[in-house]
């Protein structure tokens, strides 16, 4: 299994450029989630799906958007991307029996 | 809402020395808790977890026990080895909202000198 994974790994956008990072994971969990992480903050929850066509927002979903048409995949869309989104994004995905979440290797988005 | 508090870092340690890193948290549920690792330049990893009180969570030597009775899941490990140095995360999860989301403590980094 490769578990979760995220692409690009790094990414350069300049103010109001679109774009869409890729998240896959082949366990068939049923639950994705878009984490960002910011310095001294910890990781915050941008938007989950608990299956596919079901999505919703977390804490901070403005200016990103999310679909599920596949229990495998969960893109995340940066509409017209902001300074204020540069950080490091990661997906999560868990089985709907389970606690944990398994999490993938991140995408590094700098906005200039 | 739910949150979890974490000792503030940078923790520079030597080698074999003990280490414990302090996590509180509130929760109007009952909570699964969770430590996350980080290491340079990689995601998150799952370390241990509980998720009922007196639970005790191990894994490579790191423990931490989950007290309700203290709001507490404190990292523990006994020997600290250069292999260590990351960035340690705690976390809660209500499996019954929004998807079993988790809330992060801010992290602590730990350095670990020969």
């Known amino acids: 299994n490769a578990g979760v994974t995220q692409t690009p790994k790094f990414q350069v956008l300049k103010t109001g450029q679109s774009m869409t990072l890729q998240c896959a994971q082949d366990m068939n969990h049923e639950y994705m989630s878009w984490y960002r992480q910011d310095p001294g903050m910890g990781l915050r929850l941008i938007h989950y799906?608990?299956?596919?066509?079901?999505?919703d927002q977390g804490e901070v979903p403005n200016g990103y958007n999310v679909s599920r048409s596949t229990t495998e995949d969960f893109p995340l869309r940066l509409l017209s991307a902001a300074p204020s989104q540069t950080s490091v994004y990661f997906c999560a995905s868990r089985g709907a029996l389970q606690n944990e979440q398994y999490f993938g290797p991140g995408t590094r988005l700098t906005v200039t | 809402g739910d949150s979890v508090t974490q000792m503030e870092g940078p923790v520079t340690l030597s080698e074999e020395a003990c280490l414990t890193i302090n996590c509180t948290y509130t929760a109007t549920g009952y909570p699964s808790l969770f430590w996350y690792v980080q290491y340079p330049g990689e995601g998150l990893q799952l370390l241990l977890k509980a998720t009922k009180a007196d639970d005790k969570g191990s894994n490579k030597g790191f423990e931490a026990t989950y007290r309700k009775e203290t709001t507490s899941f404190h990292l523990e490990k006994g020997s600290v080895q250069v292999s260590d140095s990351a960035v340690y995360f705690c976390a809660l999860s209500d499996p019954y909202n929004q998807g079993g989301k988790l809330i992060f403590g801010q992290g602590t980094e730990l350095s670990v000198k020969p």
């Open positions: 799906s608990v299956g596919a066509g079901i999505t």
